[in-house]
């Protein structure tokens, strides 16, 4: 929950626009509503995401987070400089596609940890129902920016004014998997210059190790594994970006779905989304084995099981059936 | 107690979470980059009690500062392998910063390393994190020849106590760095020598 509310600095932002606005009062009524904002976003635990800095100096140079400690720890003409920086990167981020927005940037607390937090608030249409001595009235409002909308969005830093602070933070945006990468990547890439801090070949690896552990401990459950096989191969065929969340919520039914989330290596890793790629899942997860009632053993890529090598069910029993040219022979020794 | 003494207790408090961290860490670099050949070995340590008070004076807020009190180790064979292990991390982890350290004069032998920072990611930090505060928020990352690590390494072992070290020992010491800043050199050249040949041949 953030501190004391120390400045706010509020721009009508529209895309590719230079933006007006600057300081307002940070009165009361309006830490509230922010605060409830704050509450309701879950902000503290949106998505962690990371500035991008050069891998070959040792500069740290990020505009954003720069602005962003400016506003937090700078003299007061510094963090307003500052806020019209992270306000003209917003009206250079958007395009045309982009809903006008009101940016509303935070500064909390005056001692050594301080917290920024920047939100994007919609331009929205209302109407207002108003009834005196004249009658009823309908206005239309068209000026109002959404404090509720689910495109609002925001971002949160904190930290101390050192070299080793505001490094990364939390993002609150329910577009970020969103399959159009350029609506995902306004806001945390171009306008934070940041990335999620899960990268994909990380993410792809711990999804692998994940699905590997569920479908071997659903050993017996046929069913389930076969839904679970079922989805992993949509994945592959569709890359997307997600979280183990997000999968287990759209693919799998509830008890799967809850062994899966269990097998996450912790809470955190749950929610972290990440962009998956197909090419590291089958480095991880490339065969999917059978071992038959006869005492063979079929080992077959992921992308052959349900074309090259078929299960039907019959009588009850599920019967693999595969028929190919054999290419090449090896020999293995059974392991451990 | 001293105000020192006062830290390294809190770092003492810390330790077992920057443990559970170096696993995390480990296992993530094994992950990135284990597979790649020619890494001789990957490790993850916790920096010593006593190390981090010798380190802890030079910082405002040294919990948080010292970048190394969970650092990995990469060894490679050949200079070439550096920056492949190196773009394999950056792409995996959050780099903050990356620098090379070799001697600032170009007729000067002497240490040389490669290193990265990186932002310790919220999904490896262990439960109870978040009880402290200050705590680390990067982790830094070594990547060296095995040369370069047979000039370094053994240096710790010397009860070195600062100050200027005698004439004979610091040309005995340039003599160690330049053979070894040679042999990886040579080993380069070699290596060149056969993957044209396996090229060649394919």
């Given at each position: 929950m953030p501190d004391q509310l120390a400045r706010v600095f509020a721009f009508p932002i529209f895309p590719g626009r230079t933006p007006a606005g600057g300081s307002v009062?940070?009165?009361?009524?309006?830490?509230?509503?922010?605060?409830?904002?704050?509450?309701?976003?879950?902000?503290?635990?949106?998505l962690s995401v990371a500035f991008v800095f050069d891998a070959n100096t040792r500069a740290r140079q990020n505009e954003a987070r720069a602005a962003i400690m400016a506003v937090a720890f700078g003299r007061d003409q510094d963090a307003e400089a500052a806020a019209i920086t992270l306000a003209t990167r917003l009206a250079n981020a958007m395009d045309l596609r982009s809903k006008p927005a009101l940016l509303v940037i935070t500064a909390h607390g005056l001692a050594h940890t301080r917290e920024v937090v920047l939100w994007i608030f919609p331009k929205e249409e209302a109407f207002r129902y108003s009834t005196d001595s004249h009658g009823e009235r309908i206005e239309l409002l068209d000026d109002i920016f959404s404090r509720s909308s689910y495109l609002r969005k925001a971002a949160a830093f904190s930290g101390r004014?050192?070299?080793?602070?505001?490094?990364?933070?939390?993002?609150?945006?329910?577009?970020?998997?969103?399959?159009?990468?350029?609506?995902?990547?306004?806001?945390?890439?171009?306008f934070l210059e940041a990335r999620?801090?899960?990268?994909?070949?990380?993410?792809?690896?711990?999804?692998?190790?994940?699905?590997?552990?569920?479908?071997?401990?659903?050993d017996g459950d046929v069913v389930a594994q076969e839904q679970l096989a079922a989805a992993v191969t949509l994945v592959r065929r569709q890359p997307r970006r997600l979280s183990l969340r997000s999968f287990a919520e759209q693919f799998l039914d509830k008890p799967v779905a809850d062994l899966l989330l269990k097998n996450a290596p912790n809470p955190e890793a749950v929610d972290a989304l990440f962009d998956f790629e197909p090419a590291r899942f089958e480095q991880v997860l490339r065969f999917q084995v059978f071992h038959l009632d006869n005492g063979a053993i079929v080992t077959a890529p992921l992308e052959t099981v349900a074309q090259a090598v078929t299960i039907t069910e019959d009588g009850g029993n599920r019967i693999l059936q595969t028929r190919g040219k054999i290419v090449r022979e090896t020999m293995k020794a059974r392991r451990g | 107690m001293g105000k020192l003494a006062n830290l390294v207790r809190e770092y003492e408090a810390r330790k077992g979470l920057l443990d559970q961290l170096a696993v995390a860490l480990e296992i993530g670099l094994r992950e990135c980059v284990g597979e790649l050949s020619r890494i001789d070995r990957i490790a993850v340590r916790v920096k010593d009690p006593s190390s981090f008070a010798r380190k802890a004076s030079r910082y405002k807020v040294p919990l948080e500062?010292?970048?190394?009190?969970?650092?990995?180790?990469?060894?490679?064979?050949?200079?070439?392998?550096?920056?492949?292990?190196?773009?394999?991390?950056?792409?995996?982890?959050?780099?903050?910063?990356?620098f090379r350290h070799e001697p600032e004069r170009d007729a000067e032998f002497g240490y040389e390393s490669h290193h990265h920072v990186f932002l310790i990611p919220d999904h490896l930090k262990p439960d109870g994190w978040e009880a402290f505060d200050p705590m680390p928020t990067t982790f830094e990352v070594q990547i060296r020849t095995l040369f370069m690590h047979a000039y370094a390494e053994p240096q710790h072992d010397f009860a070195y106590k600062g100050g200027e070290l005698p004439r004979e020992i610091q040309r005995q010491l340039a003599w160690i760095a330049a053979s070894a800043w040679g042999a990886d050199r040579a080993y380069e050249q070699v290596r060149a020598h056969f993957s044209a040949e396996e090229s060649a041949g394919s």
């Amino acid at each position: 929950m953030p501190d004391q509310l120390a400045r706010v600095f509020a721009f009508p932002i529209f895309p590719g626009r230079t933006p007006a606005g600057g300081s307002v009062p940070a009165t009361q009524e309006l830490a509230d509503a922010l605060e409830n904002a704050y509450q309701a976003a879950k902000v503290d635990r949106g998505l962690s995401v990371a500035f991008v800095f050069d891998a070959n100096t040792r500069a740290r140079q990020n505009e954003a987070r720069a602005a962003i400690m400016a506003v937090a720890f700078g003299r007061d003409q510094d963090a307003e400089a500052a806020a019209i920086t992270l306000a003209t990167r917003l009206a250079n981020a958007m395009d045309l596609r982009s809903k006008p927005a009101l940016l509303v940037i935070t500064a909390h607390g005056l001692a050594h940890t301080r917290e920024v937090v920047l939100w994007i608030f919609p331009k929205e249409e209302a109407f207002r129902y108003s009834t005196d001595s004249h009658g009823e009235r309908i206005e239309l409002l068209d000026d109002i920016f959404s404090r509720s909308s689910y495109l609002r969005k925001a971002a949160a830093f904190s930290g101390r004014n050192l070299r080793t602070s505001f490094l990364g933070g939390r993002v609150v945006d329910f577009q970020a998997n969103a399959t159009d990468r350029y609506v995902a990547d306004f806001w945390v890439e171009r306008f934070l210059e940041a990335r999620l801090q899960m990268s994909g070949d990380e993410g792809t690896v711990l999804f692998a190790k994940a699905i590997k552990k569920t479908f071997d401990s659903l050993d017996g459950d046929v069913v389930a594994q076969e839904q679970l096989a079922a989805a992993v191969t949509l994945v592959r065929r569709q890359p997307r970006r997600l979280s183990l969340r997000s999968f287990a919520e759209q693919f799998l039914d509830k008890p799967v779905a809850d062994l899966l989330l269990k097998n996450a290596p912790n809470p955190e890793a749950v929610d972290a989304l990440f962009d998956f790629e197909p090419a590291r899942f089958e480095q991880v997860l490339r065969f999917q084995v059978f071992h038959l009632d006869n005492g063979a053993i079929v080992t077959a890529p992921l992308e052959t099981v349900a074309q090259a090598v078929t299960i039907t069910e019959d009588g009850g029993n599920r019967i693999l059936q595969t028929r190919g040219k054999i290419v090449r022979e090896t020999m293995k020794a059974r392991r451990g | 107690m001293g105000k020192l003494a006062n830290l390294v207790r809190e770092y003492e408090a810390r330790k077992g979470l920057l443990d559970q961290l170096a696993v995390a860490l480990e296992i993530g670099l094994r992950e990135c980059v284990g597979e790649l050949s020619r890494i001789d070995r990957i490790a993850v340590r916790v920096k010593d009690p006593s190390s981090f008070a010798r380190k802890a004076s030079r910082y405002k807020v040294p919990l948080e500062e010292i970048e190394d009190q969970v650092a990995g180790r990469i060894l490679v064979h050949f200079v070439s392998d550096i920056d492949r292990v190196s773009n394999r991390l950056c792409a995996r982890f959050s780099v903050v910063e990356g620098f090379r350290h070799e001697p600032e004069r170009d007729a000067e032998f002497g240490y040389e390393s490669h290193h990265h920072v990186f932002l310790i990611p919220d999904h490896l930090k262990p439960d109870g994190w978040e009880a402290f505060d200050p705590m680390p928020t990067t982790f830094e990352v070594q990547i060296r020849t095995l040369f370069m690590h047979a000039y370094a390494e053994p240096q710790h072992d010397f009860a070195y106590k600062g100050g200027e070290l005698p004439r004979e020992i610091q040309r005995q010491l340039a003599w160690i760095a330049a053979s070894a800043w040679g042999a990886d050199r040579a080993y380069e050249q070699v290596r060149a020598h056969f993957s044209a040949e396996e090229s060649a041949g394919s």
